[in-house]
Structures are given as C-alpha cells and as structure tokens.
C-alpha cells in the first residue's frame, strides 16, 4: 500500500524529478534526492521540494527509502542501476518515468536483485523548459499517466505505481505492455516532435513571425526540445518511430495528390474525419 | 483617416465577421450587417455586436456605409462584389479577411467601379468553432495583421485598413505583396492544417485519447476544420501549398534517414536548431 508514511528516493531532480518531489512532499510524503549537481539540490530544499538531497550515492542514505524513482535519461538510468542497485533498502519498489519502455523495462529487470521489484511507467507531461527550477506539479492536473507492468511483476506493486499517479494527481491511469507503449508513443509523441523539428527547419523561418498565427505556433512549440534526451529516445524506439513516420508521410502524400488533382471531395471526406476524430482529444 | 465617425458594413456575419463587428462596436463605430441567416442577425443585435443588420441586400442599406467588411468564403466573396457593387456609395472603401490573396485581390480590383478601393487584409486569427455565436474579439489580441496592398491601391486607402488592424486590436500590422503574402501562409497556414489532418487520419487513433500527451493535443487542435472552406483555400493556392508540402516532406525523410542510420550529430543539430528559431515565435 502506497501510504504516505513511506519514504520516497528521486534519482535525478530535473523537470519531472522536481515535479514529482513537489507533489510527493505536498501529500505528506518523505522526499530524498539524488543528483549530480548541488545547485539543484540547495535550490529543491530552499524550495520545500525535498527533506534532504545528496550529489553523491552514500549506501546508508539510499538504503533508508522503501521507494526509489528513476528520472534520468535512458542510458543513465541503466548504469545507475547496475551500479548502486547493491545498496537499495530490500523489498524496495522501484520505478521510473522513461519515454520508452521495451529498451529499459526487460533490461533492468533482468539486472535487478531478486529481492527488489521494477515497475516502469511513463508520465504524459513536460514542459519546453528543463530542469527542477522550472519543476511544477500542475503539469500532471488532467494528464495521462502509463503503467508498463511485465511477467516479472506482482499485482501488488503494479497496484502501488498506479496509486503513485493518482498520488501525483494524473487524471487518467492506463496499463500497457512496454511495446504497445512505444507504439502509441511512437505515434503520439515521437512522431509529433520530427513533424515540429522538420517544421521549424524545412527552410529559413527566421523572418516569418510576424505574420505567423496560432497554427503554426501550436504545431511547433515542442520544437523547443532537449536534443539530447530527444535524439536517446528516438533511436531507443527506432523501428516504431519509422513506422510512425511513414505512416504519416503517406497520409501526406495522400492530401498532397488531392489537392494537385483539386478533389474537393477527397479533401473535405479527410477534413470531416480529421474534425470528428479531434474531439475525442478534448482534456 | 478611419475616424469612428465612419460606418462599417460587414458582410458575412461569421465568427471573424462577428469579432470585428464586436471589436468595432466597443471603439464607437455604427456597424451594419448583411448576412444570409435571421439567426445571426438577431443574436448579434441582442448581444450588441451590432445597430442593424438584414439578410437581404437592400441598396438604400447598403449605400449607408462608408467602409465595408467582406467576411466571405473566397467564391463568395466574388459573386457578391459583381452582383452588388453598384449599391455601394462612391468613395467607400472595401476590404476583406480572406486567408489567400492573389487569387482574390486581382480580381476584385479589376472588376471594381473606379470610384471604389478595394485593399485587401488578412487577420491571422481564429478559433476551432466557427459562427457568430463564437464571435470574441479578444482573439486579435497580441495576434498578427496582414495588408496585401497592390499597384492598385493608394496610400491613404492602405493607411486606413492598417490602422483597422489596430482598432480591432491586433498587436503587429504588416505589408506583403499578395504573392509574398500567398507563399508564407501556404507555409504558416495551410501546410500546417495539412499536418494536422494528415496526423488525424493517418492511422486508427479513436482509442488512443487516454494516452496522449500535450503534445499531439497541440498539433492536432486545427484538426477541427471547416471543410468547405480551407479545400476552397487549399485550392486557390494550390501551387504554393504543393511546393510547402515539398519542402516539408523532404525534411521528415531527412530526419528519417537521421534515425534510420542512427545519426545521432545530425538529430542532435537538427534539434538544437529548431530549438533556437523556436524562440522567435513566442507571443
């Protein structure tokens, strides 16, 4: 049971790592912190986000929590685990939030002690600002929050990383296997960020806004991106993101041919889907 | 010089034809309405976004008016200038909201009585609801305005549709040729409707709401389309959206072939540059 007298260990207090402390401590939660740099740990405690935080892994400190969160970027958080999982409190629950699943879910699972259990899931929200000075838990309110449970896991603690979302204040908790997760998120997210970056860099735009509206500001403010996780994520997924993209290169070929042979018709059927479908995405 | 003195006709009372009478109404202006629907009318005398309106277009009504607002579809927007100029009062000027120019503009000028002017502006303004019913001004706010003058036009009469822009409250008024202004909103504007539908219905998504992001939210929200008018101004653009798609479509396989060769410089420069004009565009 995920009660509030548990104590919670953030490994890595950037954005979402920050975030998740600010809403952990809100509920009444203990919150430690784990990460590289002392700026963000002094800026978390002035902050309230955290109760104490370390730059360095001291074995006592990280043995004192019952539930760690990983919040690092994908290679990071592999090697974090190989090399300090010898020290984490036995019977600890672990868990993460990772925007792929398939690469690292089967991966620390195969790695880790017997005696700790890995729930990996992913929570649908950011910002186009990094980092725990920009965290903020209202980012969860009304958001999606994926569960990634495998063979390996238990009823219980899969129960516990759902309680962890609702805990966080997500508005919709969902469970998939970690492929149909990367499918969807090959889709939904991987695929929306090339369209944004392949908008914002198909030509020169420089001199372009002032005479831009609001389309082409919603469709490119996720081309602020962090290259560096952005471009991890992407090739960790790298055979659904093709898929994705071909699909949706199609479909553009498709409206690009209609409007070359003026078929108002073929142009109004898509429009007519593509309006009804959309209300379905409504938060 | 657009004193408020002045009397706007608007023709077509939709929702930017509805914002503009509304925005026009606050700054003192006398605003008239010639619109097909009853319903529009007596909606926006109640909620007085206007003083009279008439579904017919009666010529005494029509000479009334010093300056007249076309809020048409484009085809519309022609058929009603060569049936109903000649009630127009001498000296008055015209302008419209029409989101392609070249196509328009030229053929206004050249049918129109001499002693009219015809300068033609584009409001980059909008909403996913249409009607007058959703009529609200605070959409110009902190938005762009575009005047499309010609040969054609004289200075005093281009003067007064950009100071229109600033009356109903648009942050940055510019000046583009109708070409010019054609090619940056097949880019801006119509490729990115394009992507938006394309992404709509590229694939099944009707199961996918409980797990999206903000980000396909974003660049899906003008997936609500009025169908009959974005194919007509798909349409009376149709060379320059074909070149935009192209130019669009060879980036996304660019960062295809990024992903595919796990080409993490190129993804990674791709990203940071996208990042960096990103900035410019903000509000």
Redesign the interface.
């Known amino acids: 049971m995920l009660t509030n007298d548990k104590k919670i260990l953030i490994v890595g207090l950037g954005l979402i790592g920050g975030s998740y402390a600010q809403a952990l401590k809100r509920r009444g939660f203990s919150v430690g912190a784990v990460t590289r740099s002392q700026g963000s740990i002094d800026y978390a405690l002035k902050e309230g986000l955290i109760d104490r935080g370390m730059t360095e892994v001291d074995p006592d400190y990280i043995a004192g929590y019952d539930i760690v969160v990983f919040a690092l970027y994908p290679g990071v958080l592999l090697k974090w685990i190989e090399a300090n999982q010898q020290y984490i409190k036995s019977g600890a629950l672990l868990t993460d939030v990772t925007g792929v699943k398939s690469k690292i879910v089967y991966k620390v699972q195969a790695m880790l002690r017997p005696d700790l259990e890995f729930v990996g899931a992913h929570p ?3 910002r186009e600002v990094g980092g725990v000075r920009n965290a903020d838990c209202s980012i969860f309110q009304g ?2 929050y ?1 569960v990634t449970p495998t063979a390996a896991n238990t009823e219980a603690a899969i129960a516990d990383v759902e309680e962890l979302g609702r805990v966080l204040g997500f508005a ?1 908790i ?1 469970r ?1 296997n970690p492929e149909l ?1 990367d499918e ?2 090959g ?3 991987q ?13 020169e ?2 001199h ?21 996780m ?3 994520l ?2 960790l997924n ?1 055979d659904v ?2 898929e994705q ?12 041919e209609a ?2 042979n ?1 078929d ?1 018709d073929l ?2 059927e ?6 009804e ?5 409504d ?1």
Chains 1, 2 share one sequence.
């Open positions: 649908m929200a950011g958001a999606n994926i919709r969902s998939l997760h969807m998120i889709f939904l997210s695929l929306t960020h090339c369209i944004a970056v392949a908008l914002m860099t198909c030509r735009v420089e372009l806004s002032a005479y831009t509206g609001d389309s082409f500001r919603d469709l490119t403010r996720i081309a602020r991106i962090n290259d560096e952005w471009s991890e992407f090739l790298k993101l093709l993209i071909d699909l949706f290169a199609g479909q553009m070929q498709a409206i690009r409007v070359a003026s108002t142009l109004r898509l429009m007519r889907q593509s309006t479908r959309r209300a379905l995405f938060k």
